[in-house]
Structure formats: C-alpha cells, structure tokens
C-alpha cells in the first residue's frame, strides 16, 4: 500500500528535489561551457562575473574576463538553453501528438518548413528595403513571424497527411517530411541563388545551425517562447496522456480533442518557428532528449516535458562548447555536432520500428 | 410519460444513420433505463457498431433524436457527460509503455476527487480485474486480454468518481479477447454495476454469454431492430434462423435460468 502510494504521488507531482537536482546539473554544464573557449577563464571567474551580473556581488574582476564571460559566452550560453529546451519539448509534445515516438520537428519536415519562411524573409526583406527603405528592425520580426508561419502551414499538412482515423502512419507521415524537405530544399535553393555574397554566407551557416546570433532581441524572444510554451504543454500535459489512448478515448474522457489538437499544433509551431529563426536548423534534440526521459522515467508527460527542456538545455549546451571547441579558435556549425549524434540514434530507433513500418 | 422519458438514462427517437448513402441504420427506437443490461446483438454489418458509436456520441445521426440522462447531446458539456458515460473500446491503440496503474489512472483525469479517494478507487477497481498484481509493469507488455482487462478498469474508475447517478457503460465486445475465467468475472463485475443502478448497454457476439448476463437483448440485422425483449423472448430459434442463417438449438436445463443456444 505505502509503495503505491508513491507511485501515484509520482505520476501527477513533479518531485521538487529531483528536479532541483537536475537544475544543479544543468548550473554545473553552464559554469563549464562558459569557461571553455579560446580564451580559458577559471571556473572561480567565472562564478564571481555571475554573481556580480546576476545580484550584485562585488568581485575584484580582469576586464577581459568580464566582458568575454557577459558579453559573448553567457548570452550565447542563456540562447543554448532556451532554444535546446524549446526544441526538446516541441519533439516530445510532438510525438504525443503524433501518437508517434518518430515525430520530431527536423524529421517530419516542420524545421525546413520554418526554415523556408525565415529564408524568405531573409532575401526579400533585404531586397525590398533596398528600395523602398525599410527600418533595419523590422526584419528582426519578419524573420521569426514568417518561420513561425511557414511552420504553422507545415506542421498542418503533415497532420493531414499522416493521421486518420486510425490514427498516424508511420510511412505517410516520414515520406510527408521527405516530400516537404525536398520542397524546401529547392525553395531555398532559389533563395541562395537570389542572395548577394554576405547573404550567402549568412542562409548557409544559418541552415546549418548556430548559437552565434545571440543578440538581446533573439534572447528574449526565445525565453519568452519558452516560458510560454512550457506553461501551456504542462497544462495539457495529463490530456496529452490521454490522447495517446486513442482520439474517441481521450474524447469520451472529456476532453475537447480538436481545441487540445489545434493548440498543440499552434504552439510547436511556434516554438519550432522561433527556434529556426534565432539559431537556424539544429535536428535531432526533439528526437533524441524524450527517448531518453522516456527510458528513465516513463512516458508520461507530466515528467517527459519539463524534464525533457531540461535535458535538452544541457545537450544544446554541451553540443555547442564541442563546436566551439573542436575546431578553435574557428567554430564548427552545432547543427552537425547534433546531426552526428542524432542520425545513428534515429537509425537505431528505425531498426527497433522496422517490423511495425512493415506492416503499416 | 414524461415522467418516464425522463428517467430514461438513453432514449433514442426514429433514428437513421447514413454513410456514403447506404443506410447504415433505420428509424431505431430504443430506450434504455437504469439497472437494465442491455445485450447488442447480429451478425457482422448488422450496424452494431454504428449503434454504438451513436450512443457515445462518436458519430451524429442522419435524422432522429437522442437524449442522454434526458437532454439532448447539445445540452451536455463534455466533461460533465464524462463522468457519466463511459466506454470500453474493442481494442486500443495505445502503443507507450505507461504503467498498468497510470493507465487505470486516466480514467479519472478530470476528477475532481482528492488524491486518497483516487487512489482508492484504482486500487479497488484493479483488484476487481484481476491485474493488481501487474499495476507497476509496462502496459506494452501486456497481452491482449490483460489490456482488455486495464481499460474496464480504467472505464469503471472513470464511472467511480460520481455517486448518487445515473451513469452510462457501454462495452463494445468486452470480452472478445478473454479467457473463460475473465469473461465471467468481467460481466459479472457489469452485472455489479446494473445493481447499483447503472445502465450497461454491450456489443455481444458470444449468445450464451449475452442471455447469462443482460436482462434485455436487442436483435439488429440489416440496420433494423427485429427483436427487443428478454432473452427467452428473443433468442427464439427463428430469429436467430432469420439474423444469422443458422439453425439452432435452444434449450432451457435446470442447471441454467437462462435459455442456452446450442
């Protein structure tokens, strides 16, 4: 009896210690990856810059370190995390959604949708307010508005496309992303050939995924995407549970199936959107960070998504100081740093479905 | 009769469903009132299902009306009807590995209950199905039955968590894919329920187990009620000639009080 208890404690109650324990890691990763660079900075430095930032502690401080720890590595640091946990958390409410553990962003084409929007923006923007003299900010909002548009229309015609009454297949919705990805592809093609030489170099770093952009417009843009989109799926988190019993079940359990569908929809859309816009095309985090959550803890989403943003915060991070690193004082993009990692666990979950694509 | 329309907890008035212009179902009248345990019987494409569907609100009729608890499915918020109406799919796509107990569980996601009431209910209701023992493991790893076994737990949980109404099971084939021992213990646990005063209205195609345990039983075939009556009354050898082209036996023993189909 006293066992049980715990076990149906733990399902509808986050556990304040794990998760605080958890947050501590996610600290301990933040002190290393702003450390590590071209320049070494002492974990002790880097602590005293920290707390003289963040409460106004007053340290004896060299400039250098000053400026290099709150100038360049901790916003780019604060960008990993948001756009790591938003990313891992549109991947997990994506598979529920999907009813699907393959779902993930970069895979069933919904980052080359976005992608395809920000590019857009990118190109015509520049050549339009060459001539009619645009302000220079308004870009800032053109790119994740149309990533996030772009997104919108992509994440809708998969869910067409793949799901019916019978739920998702596995084959339509993976050859859905194909599809698109290829269409995207051609699409920004086009833009590549549209692009003068700075722009370039800009779209192609850009669909390789980067941190570097991490300007105070992108930092706030994507933390206030994160805690709006967290607030909203730990809300549906029990509801994503009961989704994944089937639609007619989660219907007869009281649930508005359409409203909780459309808003999910909405709201990855929105996440995937920003995420493209401010750091570019990283793939695989969405697929890779639930796994593993699911293997520790279980599927239940209550758990699976905050646990998931926070796990995906420490790849992202981790990934990025490998970027930064492997090649300094240059830096790898961290889209190939996640790809690597990414592709040969993506094969492998294949290898485990392959009976069940068979069938579908 | 007012007074009985309203104590119907589902009444259904000339109701015709269509698909793709095949007339599914035709002008069904049917009433069902608490305590009884209503048996769906015919053969395959007899629109069973469909019925079914209707009644938990899955599909809308072509034309006719139905009330459930007397009003009408406008009249009804979701999460309300909810705690009222529940039902037993045939089979479920669930396909991630939530423990036996969290399954059970979500029958009472929107409950309003505290947690120890919860906890007392699933506990019970598991017990009840025989898959106590299991509630730590993985659902996946379930057999077929035994999953049957967790989503009757889940949708009488579900049911628990109001008292004092009139409630609504429906069960679409419960027990298709259970050994001899669980089928009974399945519906007599149904059978529980119709004492306390639900409704249970079940897809059946096993005609012993249906003339065991339903108090009435309604004979479709071709989307038309041809029988509405207690068992003795339906399970007549000509109909049974009429809806499934067979030629039975139906006897009565002194070890059964109800007719057996042979």
């Given at each position: 009896m006293s066992s049980k208890t715990l076990d149906m404690r733990s399902a509808y109650q986050l556990q304040w210690g794990r998760l605080s324990l958890v947050v501590l890691g996610l600290f301990a990763i933040l002190m290393l990856t702003i450390s590590q660079g071209p320049m070494a900075i002492s974990f002790a430095d880097t602590l005293r810059v920290l707390l003289s930032r963040g409460f106004g502690f007053d340290f004896e401080l060299?400039?250098?370190?000053?400026?290099?720890?709150?100038?360049?590595?901790?916003?780019?640091?604060?960008?990993?995390?948001?756009?790591?946990?938003?990313?891992?958390?549109?991947?997990?409410?994506?598979?529920?959604?999907?009813?699907?553990?393959?779902?993930?962003?970069?895979?069933?084409?919904?980052?080359?949708?976005?992608?395809?929007?920000?590019a857009l923006a990118i190109v015509l923007f520049s050549k339009v307010s060459n001539s009619f003299d645009l302000p220079e900010q308004l870009s800032l909002v053109a790119v994740?508005?149309?990533?996030?548009?772009?997104?919108?229309?992509?994440?809708?015609?998969?869910?067409?496309?793949?799901?019916?009454?019978?739920?998702?297949?596995?084959?339509?919705?993976?050859?859905?992303?194909?599809?698109?990805?290829?269409?995207?592809?051609?699409?920004?093609?086009?833009?590549?050939?549209?692009?003068?030489?700075?722009m370039l170099r800009d779209l192609s770093l850009w669909q390789m995924g980067s941190l570097a952009g991490a300007s105070q417009f992108n930092l706030i843009l994507s933390w206030t995407c994160l805690v709006i989109i967290s607030v909203f799926f730990q809300r549906d988190a029990k509801a994503l549970n009961a989704l994944l019993l089937g639609e007619s079940e989660a219907r007869?359990?009281?649930?508005?199936?359409?409203?909780?569908?459309?808003?999910?929809?909405?709201?990855?859309?929105?996440?995937?959107?920003?995420?493209?816009?401010?750091?570019?095309?990283?793939?695989?985090?969405?697929?890779?960070?639930p796994h593993l959550i699911r293997l520790i803890l279980g599927p239940n989403h209550y758990q699976l998504i905050p646990y998931s943003a926070l796990l995906g915060a420490g790849l992202l991070l981790a990934a990025d100081t490998v970027a930064r690193i492997v090649v300094s004082p240059a830096e790898m993009p961290v889209g190939l740093i996640t790809a690597v990692l990414g592709a040969p666990f993506f094969l492998s979950l294949l290898l485990k479905q392959r009976n069940l694509l068979s069938g579908a | 009769m007012n007074d009985i329309k309203q104590s119907a907890s589902l009444r259904l008035e000339n109701v015709s469903f269509e698909y793709q212009e095949n007339r599914v179902l035709e002008n069904i009248n049917l009433q069902v009132y608490p305590g009884e345990h209503l048996g769906l019987l015919g053969a395959n494409g007899a629109g069973k299902s469909t019925l079914l569907k209707l009644i938990s609100r899955e599909l809308k009729p072509s034309s006719g009306t139905m009330f459930w608890f007397g009003k009408s499915s406008d009249q009804w918020q979701p999460l309300a009807l909810s705690q009222r109406l529940a039902v037993l799919p045939q089979s479920s796509s669930l396909s991630f590995a939530f423990s036996v107990s969290e399954v059970v569980e979500m029958g009472l996601l929107s409950s309003s209950?505290?947690?120890?009431?919860?906890?007392?209910?699933?506990?019970?209701?598991?017990?009840?199905?025989?898959?106590?023992?299991?509630?730590?493991?993985?659902?996946?790893?379930?057999?077929?039955?035994?999953?049957?076994?967790?989503?009757?737990?889940?949708?009488?949980?579900?049911?628990?968590?109001?008292?004092?109404?009139?409630?609504?099971?429906?069960?679409?084939?419960?027990?298709?894919?259970?050994?001899?021992?669980?089928?009974?213990?399945?519906?007599?646990?149904?059978?529980?329920?119709?004492?306390?005063?639900c409704c249970v209205v079940s897809v059946l195609h096993d005609l012993n187990l249906a003339s065991r345990y339903c108090s009435r039983l309604v004979l479709l075939s071709r989307g038309e009620i041809i029988a509405n009556g207690s068992?003795?009354?339906?399970?007549?050898?000509?109909?049974?000639?009429?809806?499934?082209d067979y030629k039975a036996q139906v006897i009565r023993s002194d070890s059964a009080n109800f007719p057996v189909v042979i």
């Open positions: 060299s400039h250098s370190s000053e400026v290099i720890v709150s100038q360049i590595r901790l916003p780019r640091a604060l960008l990993c995390i948001s756009i790591g946990a938003i990313l891992a958390q549109c991947g997990a409410v994506m598979q529920g959604l999907f009813r699907n553990p393959l779902a993930d962003p970069g895979i069933i084409g919904v980052s080359s949708g976005c992608a395809v929007g920000a994740p508005l149309a990533s996030f548009s772009a997104g919108l229309v992509t994440t809708l015609l998969i869910y067409r496309l793949g799901t019916s009454v019978n739920g998702t297949s596995v084959t339509m919705m993976l050859l859905a992303g194909i599809a698109i990805s290829a269409l995207a592809g051609s699409l920004i093609g086009l833009m590549n050939y549209l692009a003068d030489d700075q007869h359990l009281g649930i508005d199936v359409q409203a909780l569908k459309r808003r999910l929809i909405l709201l990855t859309a929105f996440g995937v959107g920003v995420a493209v816009a401010c750091a570019g095309l990283i793939g695989f985090v969405g697929l890779v960070v | 209950l505290g947690y120890r009431r919860q906890q007392a209910i699933c506990e019970h209701r598991m017990r009840a199905m025989d898959i106590w023992r299991y509630k730590d493991s993985p659902y996946t790893r379930l057999s077929g039955g035994e999953k049957q076994r967790v989503h009757y737990a889940r949708v009488s949980a579900q049911l628990a968590q109001s008292e004092d109404q009139a409630k609504l099971l429906l069960l679409d084939e419960p027990t298709s894919a259970l050994d001899l021992n669980h089928q009974q213990a399945l519906m007599l646990d149904a059978q529980q329920q119709v004492s306390r005063g068992p003795d009354q339906v399970l007549t050898p000509e109909n049974i000639a009429q809806v499934f």
